[in-house]
């Protein structure tokens, strides 16, 4: 960091298992990919190309190697999967992911339906060469699952060999772990990061609400996706209570009540005088 201040949440660093921050790129350009790495590289550990954009993204390889040399793992979003795999095109998939020398892979089924011990298969076989993001939840806001569906498929996933699960939020933030109005569904989070570790979990939340929701609950560690560009460096703000949202969740205890005492004092003469 450029200085010192006290009272800042320890982050652990690069290459991290726990506190990791997923970037989704839509469609940025190899210019626009060098600017972003320059001024948010160092706060960032994946990068996924959203949905199918890979498909049609300029300077695909190129973006690639920028990313990698900024010592970030870039991979491809899991729809881009479930469109080679309904089209019975898993090998080929395989095949892309060696063109483009892409070490990190996403398995989901949000938007199709695949079998679960099928699905864990695939993860088990992809995990022999590939760091493997297996997807849980649906894109479909009108099919509910179970906490009961969602902790047993998170289970057998990591156990299948997924690094981290993801917990469906979509990139708008209002689906799987999230009503439709973008608050989280508070009880099927608990009763899931009751039986599977937190740290096994990156929560999708494009929103910050969800970013200080979840901080909130889980601490400067968190592991987050479905990040904007120009969310990173205010997301890490976040994190370090460096933002009034999580302002006085980082300083001591007695501290930070003293302070709240101070404004509440403050308010209320204020109003007073507006009287």
Known sequence: ??????????RSVKPREKG?????????????TADF???SGHLTDLIKFGFG???????????IDLYKAAGINPYFGGTLFEAFYARG???DYLRL???????????????IIIDHDEKCELIQRMAKNFVVLSEVGSKDAGIMISPAKWIKMMSTELEAGSWKVIAEGREAGNVGVFRPNGTAHTM?????????APEKILWEAPQKNQQVWFIKLFGAEVNLGNIGPNEMIPLECLRLGLRGDTFFDFLPKDYAERL?????EEVEVEEEENE
Do not use: C, H, W
């Open 20 to 32: 990791v921050t997923m970037m989704m790129d839509k469609g940025l350009s190899l210019n626009e």
């Open 89 to 91: 095109k898993f090998e």
């Open 53 to 63: 954009t890979a498909y049609v993204t300029n300077d695909l390889q190129a973006k």
């Open 1 to 10: 960091m450029n200085f010192e201040l006290p009272y800042i949440p320890e």
């Open 37 to 39: 790495i320059a001024a």
């Open 260 to 264: 709240k005492q101070v404004n509440d």
């Open 188 to 196: 099927l989070i608990n009763r899931i990061i009751a039986k599977v």
């Open 97 to 111: 992911l060696d063109k483009y020398k892409v070490g990190t892979a996403e398995i989901s089924d949000g938007s």
